[in-house]
């Protein structure tokens, strides 16, 4: 009797602010038109009042929905790593894709010069 215990909320994310942060995502991706809808639609097989919900900010995607809106979206990836105060994995996953790009684009570069076998990346 009489003991407290420690805040175990402090730190976490509430429910408002998750909401709005996959909204914010969502309408940087998509837009706020009919098509956003649509194509929340399609990524994640919910109802259109649903979609409309989670991109109005009055409701969020919980379980599976959120894996696909990540799946297909980088900006609510971005959302959820940064909300989670992982930013910097997707720091690290967009220098890996940016790396990749370059690496095709100098094979591209390579062949257009006529220069063989000597490109950048050839023996990784």
């Known amino acids: 009797m009489g003991k407290t ?3 175990d909320d ?5 429910r408002l602010e998750y909401q709005m942060a996959i909204a914010a995502a969502l309408k ?19 109802s259109e009042r649903t979609a409309k919900n989670w991109i109005a900010g009055s409701h969020g995607p919980s379980g599976e929905h959120l ?3 990540m799946r297909n979206s980088d900006e609510v990836l971005a959302a959820v790593l940064s909300l989670a105060g ?3 994995l997707k ?3 967009e ?12 094979k591209v570069l390579d062949a ?7 490109g950048v990346g050839e023996n990784e």
Do not use: C, N, Y
């Open 28 to 46: 940087r991706e998509l837009g706020g038109a009919h098509r956003a809808i649509k194509t929340v639609m399609r990524w994640t097989g919910v």
């Open 10 to 14: 402090e730190g976490k994310v509430d």
């Open 91 to 93: 720091i690290g996953a």
């Open 86 to 88: 992982q930013s910097d």
């Open 95 to 106: 220098l890996h894709e940016t790396r990749e790009t370059l690496l095709q684009v100098l």
């Open 5 to 7: 215990f420690p805040d």
């Open 112 to 118: 257009l010069l006529g220069i063989s076998g000597v």
């Open 67 to 69: 894996v696909e809106l």
